[in-house]
T-cell receptor, first 115, second 112 residues
Framework: DTGVSQDPRHKITKRGQNVTFRCDPISEHNRLYWYRQTLGQGPEFLTYFQNEAQLEKSRLLSDRFSAERPKGSFSTLEIQRTEQGDSAMYLC?????????????FGSGTQLSVL | GDSVTQMEGPVTLSEEAFLTINCTYTATGYPSLFWYVQYPGEGLQLLLKATKADDKGSNKGFEATYRKETTSFHLEKGSVQVSDSAVYFCALSVYNFNKFYFGSGTKLNVKP
């Protein structure tokens, strides 16, 4: 169990550029979540996969955001035409359908700064 | 909608002091409740949980009781240590754990 890993740890980009983040969950975990966290706030739900199927997406998520989980393994989160308001920590978490399925394992996050 | 409200921080205590961090929730259905902790430089990790009313979750000396009548899940510890310094998040989940709602976090500083 190597834990949930996210890459990169930090990303600085200019407004209008596209960025892509990667998350590698714990290998036997079939659920994968993306959350966003801004300073002084708790994680905010973005989207959720069960295996390769994206089952839920936050209504707050604009069309500029897209996530994929091909083959039910790693996941990518892409933000197109970044805006300064996208600056945040992007967290990935995974869990297993087997009990205790409510236990999320979080990665250390990708800190995005949009200049 | 579903949400969690927790007391604002930071909370600063001396070692061996008693800790309470308040958390209240609003939920449709019957939520499960959690406390997650984030130590400096690390990812969030589950501290304790309770899945039904009157359950008490406990771990590492921390406790929280699921109170349906007051919609609360307050975190307590009888004697804090410097190593407990972290940010604590209250959270809830409904409907088969496909979505979690987190509070804004409470930073705890414990001084020797």
């Amino acid at each position: 169990d190597t834990g949930v890993s996210q890459d990169p740890r930090h990303k600085i980009t200019k407004r209008g550029q596209n960025v892509t983040f990667r998350c590698d969950p714990i290998s036997e975990h079939n659920r994968l979540y993306w959350y966003r966290q801004t300073l002084g706030q708790g994680p905010e739900f973005l989207t959720y996969f069960q295996n390769e199927a994206q089952l839920e997406k936050s209504r707050l998520l604009s069309d500029r955001f897209s996530a994929e989980r091909p083959k039910g393994s790693f996941s990518t989160l892409e933000i197109q035409r970044t805006e300064q308001g996208d600056s945040a920590m992007y967290l990935c978490a995974s869990s297993s359908l087997d009990l205790p399925s409510e236990k999320l394992f979080f990665g250390s996050g990708t800190q995005l700064s949009v200049l | 909608g579903d949400s969690v409200t927790q007391m604002e921080g930071p909370v600063t205590l001396s070692e061996e002091a008693f800790l309470t961090i308040n958390c209240t929730y609003t939920a449709t259905g019957y939520p499960s409740l959690f406390w997650y902790v984030q130590y400096p430089g690390e990812g969030l990790q589950l501290l304790l949980k309770a899945t039904k009313a009157d359950d008490k979750g406990s771990n590492k000396g921390f406790e929280a009781t699921y109170r349906k009548e007051t919609t609360s899940f307050h975190l307590e510890k009888g004697s804090v240590q410097v190593s407990d310094s972290a940010v604590y998040f209250c959270a809830l989940s409904v409907y088969n754990f496909n979505k979690f709602y987190f509070g804004s976090g409470t930073k705890l500083n414990v001084k020797p």
